[in-house]
């Protein structure tokens, strides 16, 4: 029964193909789920009330496929897209899950390897724009190391401006029109990823030879792994003009990649989060990466994939009425007016140089945060 | 104007004398706010609605007081107790203020050391008691190491259960009836603190001479810090007999001890630590030991304080009708029946040798945790 | 070509069957080495020089052999063996890796699971017995949840004492004359696992019915993935006489567990561990719980698990000399004799109560740990 | 007794004034050591072997000096330096100490603040010129929230900009000379700083007014409590040409910001980043940002400036000899020859495409990471 928190298609909710086809395995155990078949992923999203699919290459068409195999796998799946009206709007590439990627794909030791890396990519590039992609996702996820006696970790940087910078050139030659988005991992499955954080790729992309068609995809869990405060990154990412991507997820402090449904670890830094999208105005797609728990059977899987898209519309709810709110809103007025600050000038430098201030007195005004962030739980928890 | 989330005198709250009064300093700053002398935070805490206060020893009484002063001091903070109505159920005693403290008290290397941490600790049973604390808590927070060069951390355990078993046999000799409660913590100040965890403490209880005195006061901070499910491990203190007291807080993990207003970091996970007080009938205090955000004057302190106690309330009614809540229920006893485990003997071994299992198809079943989660978020947010 | 630092039977070096046959399987990717056979395994353990093997009922039996498999598959294991003078100090059961085990096994909410691990359990004593072993290790890899809407978690302590309880009474009455040695870990593969550190085990088993039969196992990467320090869980576990095994390897905190070989993260809490374990006579097996990174062939499989022996051995010598160093023994002589701590008696209360610290004095001692440690620095360093 | 590892004036060794004059107040205790005055503070450094100091503002002259005190304190300073032939390579501004700053200075929400901000930066920067630093840190200690309900984080962007756009003008309008150098933090004091890590202030520098003059400067304690590499932080500012300064100290990960000396966390990590250090030809201060333990006297504090210059130096002879180790040399030559990689072209783009890669060979090739990463774990025990 649809209520004020079912999903629509102007919402932008989109699931990776990997996310509701995952099958349970992790390094523990096996598998526990059959194989979804991504046609009935595109029905099994539609079901539920998605909007969008992205994907690896290699989610949809097997790396060993044969042209003829690909072509008809790609076939099926536009139609199973159209008959579900549902849109392709990201694709990306696994240069992760092959053995020959054991030592990473684009800064690999081995030549041949970041040669077939770029290969791969050009051709999920290709299979992307088929698809009617405009946003391709690199997560460099075995780019890095367990000693860094195998490699200077500046040689690392270098090879990946390479290859990045020879991906921009291909886009613009295929006229592919793609925005590229990078996605940072601090750590597993190699024991460090080069380019740790989001902040790592924003500092990256100014040294590329095309830094104004690559921007970020921050992943929620991946910033929180290292105890990160996920909304700044963002916001950074944001203010530089560089979100051109999310993924949602969530994710203990801490601990291995736990890639879990949205809000369900910490439901008040993911309103930050959510607030901070609906607040700026972020257009882009509302991309869950996240799997079901391993407890669950195909009905689970649904569940899971609902309720990551319901608490995103309970928290923007909230941070609608948090906008709202009067007292909250007369407790941030009461902070201090901004007012334009005024450039550079030796007027501006004499004048704030002669300036007194009361130290004293300014250091003793109280701010009423605890306040402020107390009104924020009431609303959160509904008793207010 | 009260409302259900007013708190009362049987809802058991209680904050250190040291919470309310904390100037704000820190590692890198100073203090922000005034001293608040004891009879005045006695006041502040009646107003807020609070039941009780704990204390140091030298909350109350400076280390260097002359006796008559130390009398003079208490028979005032006793009077202010009665006028307020404010009991004191635990004492503690402050074994690392001093700089004699800098390698700790009971562990120390200097003898001298650990005779001097003996008396101050039986001088501080002897405040306690005087003010009518059923409750010492001992957290030895600069019993550990930044080098293991200094001492063989077998000798610290060794040294410490000295200390309990001395401490326990004053507290009979003396008749006072206490409860001694454990404090662990996994670093800070100290580069590792022995007895890292609530765990490390259940382990070293039963070593002593008089186990059945001694508890431990687990410290959701504490744990968290270590990034450990909170908890669990009061789950394990409450079915061992030994949670004989607690401190209430928030604290994201990995990080430095943050003493955050309680619920204020993560609402879900601190609702899982109300429900189950809630549940099994914890019937000792609800021990805030958080202090209000540097940001704050005495408004803000109490805003502080009572937005602890506050979001304990909510969070209380929330596990009220988790309880109450037939879809939640229906899930649970769909999870499988219990009944009574059968004790080992001859004929349970043979008959559970001899069992078959269908592996294949008990794993098939969904066990729709993620729809449990889910429904818990709803509830948690109000929307249900 | 041998040096001091290669190693012999009596150093008592053991590895996981498990863990020279790792291959490379990750959450990111697949497999990236060949299936090695137990009887290769052993011969490969054999030439590297290792002293024992363990093993997990299934890395030798599959879960679905049949009887008569199962006894080829042991005979030509126990022939193997003989044949390269490894011998199997230690067996344990998987109950993580079957999806049936998904929700836990002792813990798990479906009575079948429960009766079934159980009934596995005591197979795998079985085939532990037959084999010689005399440690049974328990790792509750999946007894946790990713939720704690599942179950209260202290029933889940309950089902896990009557587990124990229960496989304890197996051994007594057939005769094993096992010890049980109980492994803790934080999180991973479930987002929280119960019993997460070793201190929780050492708080566990005096609740059990038969405690004097049951330690633990500690695991260096188990306690450091939640930033513990471990040579102080293993010192409670020797001090506590529950030291009954203990898994080597290596990790860098907060992070996935990542298995490292012995010594590779960190050489300096190594060599305090390395250091303890010499220094209190621990003659228990020294078992390396590890694996080679993905990036290695079988080629470097051996390197790695030479490695983790000739580690452990230099840093034994280092501790031999850090012992016999004047310097660093003058340091620590210079801290504080200890003489035999007194009893507690009314006269030694009073002469406590009664003696004069001068805390100035005593607090400005300096305790020259930065030069203990230094030095402690220059001898692993191999500059002293 | 001087050795291969005493320190020269060429190794350009620097310390904090803030280090060595550390009195050991931590959240949790008093000072311990007396207050060392700076020109004792030189002399010191010179006794030690150092060849720099660096200042915080306030770390010289307090906050409320007069003029005339203030020069008279410069003076007695700069002599005390020229006595001691100590220099003052770089200067910073205490923005965190005074409880103006409670939350945070040029992102604060009250305007008076941020001014003040701007003008005790001025002020600093005319001493540090006085001085003849040429360096200037900024470090925003408390820039950052307890909750993010003060503002939104996109602001805070926006009013840091603003401040180091403003600053870059007056070193400019001065003739001052200066690189200023941006210092990332995760938290601490501050629940969450902005601006986390030296990736996010790589990705801030491009956005600046005058990127050409600003970059990072790295703490290696900073980079680990977020548990991440800091040598490829390192490595990432050092290709950017963005490595104006760097502060040297150790730290274990997830925790309070600990300063430990140089190396005694972790020798092996440290060892990677002096190597980098090394072989890309860092010219600047080796500044070391680190404290004595709190247990030390005066001695002791010796005793840890000695040891971070020692291990520094040690490690230093260590990547020498692992550079003209044939053993690892030709490790490492086996891995593949770089080449120059081809710019992107037509026919490149086609070659790659149409280039055919044996994928399950490629991947069989063992990498002998394990052997040489144990080569360097025996190069730097010193057993190689």
Redesign the interface.
Known sequence: MPDA?TPKPEDKFSFGLWTISNR?????????RDALPPVDAVAMLAEVGAWGVNLHDNDLVP?DATPSDRDRIVRDFKAACERHKIVVPMATVSL????????GAFTA????????A??KT??AMDLGAELGAKIFVLWG??EGV?????????E????LR?AV??LC??SI?RKYGYRLALEAK????R??I??????????????LAHPEMVGVNPEVAHEQ?????F??????A???GKLYHIDLNDQ???????D??F???????TF?LVK?LE??GYSGPRHFDAH??????????K??A??CM??YL??KE?ARRWNGDAE?QAL?KG?????A?Q??S?QR?DA??N?T?D??S?????????????????L????R
Chains 1, 2, 3, 4 share one sequence.
């Open positions: 928190y349970g395995r992790d390094p523990f155990g096996d598998v526990v790396i992760f899950f092959d053995p020959i990627f054991k030592d030791n081995d030549p041949r390897v970041r040669s077939f770029l290969q050009m051709r996820g075995r367990e000693t860094d006696a195998c490699r200077r970790p500046d690392a940087v270098k090879r390479y910078d020879f050139e291909y030659d601090p750590n597993e499955p024991g460090d080069y380019m740790a954080t989001t902040g790592a790729y924003l500092g990256f992309i100014p040294t792994m290292a105890g990160l405060n909304v700044h990154a963002v916001a950074q944001w203010d530089a203990v402090p801490g601990r291995y990649d736990q879990f449904r809000g369900s670890a910490n439901p008040k830094s930050w901070f607040d700026v079901a728990y391993r407890t669950e059977d195909d009905e689970g899987v569940d899971f609902r309720g319901r608490t309970i928290l909230k909250i941030l902070l201090g007016e901004d007012g600050p450039a550079y030796p430098r704030l140089l300036e201030f130290r004293v300014i250091a003793r005004k109280g701010l009423a945060y605890e306040k402020l962030d107390q009104l924020t739980v009431d959160l928890l509904g008793v």
